[in-house]
């Protein structure tokens, strides 16, 4: 089988018709085979979907790129929100840490306040 060098070029480039192709339409500047269903039998078809196929995947790694970029920057949002949270836990906690030896400061003085006044009251009393 030898193919005539203008055959070849045909079939490369997507804007000439191949006759191999009976059934191929040109819409608006665009090849389109048999009413935009391709057969996939034919060599028109399979350097279409081969581009289509590369279109696609390089569309797919642009999202997938995309897609990680936005979970990266997802996780680090989080991770600033539970560094925020953890501030605060622990201005919380210190906040408790003080109220608590507040309490039992007065406590002690409330107790040490009674002791004076039972003494003196013993004292009154002797």
Do not use: M
Not at 21 to 28: D, E, L, Q, S, Y
Not at 33 to 56: A, P, R, S
Not at 77 to 89: D, F, G, K, S, T
Request: with cysteine.
């Amino acid at each position: 089988q030898h193919t005539k060098p203008e055959e070849s070029r045909a079939s490369t480039d997507p804007l000439t018709i191949p006759s191999s192709h009976a059934r191929t339409v040109v819409r608006g500047g665009r090849v389109v085979c048999d009413n935009e269903v391709l057969c996939g039998q034919c060599k028109f078809c399979e350097e279409v979907l081969g581009k289509l196929l590369i279109h696609w995947q390089q569309q797919r790694a642009e999202q997938t790129a995309q897609a990680v970029e936005l979970q990266r920057q997802a996780q680090q949002a989080q991770q600033q929100q539970l560094a925020r949270r953890q501030v605060q836990h622990q201005q919380n906690h210190h906040q408790q840490l003080h109220l608590q030896t507040q309490y039992l400061h007065h406590q002690q003085l409330a107790a040490q306040q009674q002791a004076a006044a039972a003494a003196a009251q013993q004292a009154h009393w002797k």
